[in-house]
């Protein structure tokens, strides 16, 4: 049986939304290899897992042999796309812009990695386009009354606070830079989520007018969270690709906790596992729910494409010892995961366990410490102490850490100090 084109795949896979002529776009990836972009704004300093189905997207193409190009938008940054928006932006200035442009540039590069792609500023074609010539070459080509149909245009003018002149131009700025992108690079392709829809549109519109150059579009759903909101990064709740924003552990833990009616769908979106093999885990988690063996696979999937494979295998040790598995078998680097996401306190190497448990403020007092013993409820390494004793070597792990454990859930790590 042959293998689904891209376009089968993608609309397999949920991936597709919208699209210009499908049988005629089918028809130019069947000629070659095509120049596609696809762009995410520095309005932060991360990009979050709504921008992943995008650079995943755009990976799905430059896998198959096309040309990738990730667009950062150091201009459309400064002004900020109305889409999906109910309020406007905080503008921006050029220091901070350029911050948030270098910190999203490597994470596209984390996920793109090998193979062919190019990363471009369209601050680099817009800031030195005079306002007068802007107006002349672009916006005599749109119509108040086609930018003003534009769905997310017409919710913002509803609202109390309206739109300024300043977001209803995105669209202006969004279509010029595919037309310098179809003229310089030969880009014929541009996606996006569904709310990109109208700008991508007026892109191929002004490409049409200026060139009389025939290009597409194709966007998927957008991906939201369970109360419908879209993952968006003034939303509350996110989870960023940045790691100092949301750590590895917390992005793998992100993925742990999916409901297992998701697993399948975010395989399908963020991960390149073959379908045949995401209905295997269907099956799976269907006869084994309390398993979680799907969502270990997204976990571990999707982490290792953000953060590599280190930092996922990391991660996911560091999420089994809190779950009650064996902390000696973890790595140093696992055990430093560990670290970052329980309290941890500095200890003398002839501390005593009830040292341990006051020094990482398990325990209010020496006398609840003491209470906490005799029921049972202390653990070192998730091993149960039933008496205040010294620590010894044997409790020490890589890189002199104690695991401690008040309960069920309580950890904390303590660093054993030499000398």
Known sequence: MPAPSLLDDLDQRGLIHDTT???????????????????????????????????????RFQDAGHRAIALAGGATGM??????????????DADTLGANLAAITAQINAVLGDGEWTLVDNRSWTADVPLLVFLRDVG????????VAKESVKARMASEEGISFTEFSYMLLQAHDYLVLHER???????GGSDQWGNITAGIELVRRRTGDHVHGLTWALVTRADGRKFGKSEEGNVWLGAD???????????????????????????????????????????????????RRLAMEVTALVHGADEAEAARAASEVLFGGDPRALSEQALATLASEVPTADVASDASVLDLLEATKLVQSRGDGRRQLRQGAVYLNNERVPDDRPIGSGDVLGGGWILVRRGQREYALARVQVG
């Open 140 to 147: 005599k080509h749109f119509t108040i009354n086609q930018m």
């Open 79 to 92: 002004i900020g796309d109305p889409s999906g928006r109910s309020a406007e932006r905080n503008l921006l």
């Open 185 to 191: 690079e030969g880009c014929d392709l541009q996606i």
């Open 21 to 59: 002529d499908r049988d005629e776009h089918a028809a130019r990836l069947a000629r070659g290899p095509v120049t596609l972009y696809y762009g995410c704004d520095p309005t932060a300093d991360s990009l979050h897992i709504g921008n992943l189905v995008g650079l995943v997207v755009l990976k």
């Open 245 to 295: 924003r949301t750590s590895p552990y917390r992005f793998y833990q992100y993925w742990m906790n999916v409901p297992d009616e998701d697993v399948g769908g975010f395989l399908k979106l963020f991960t390149f596992v073959e379908p045949d093999e995401i209905a295997t885990i269907a099956a799976e988690i269907a006869a084994s729910p309390e398993r979680r063996s799907g969502q």
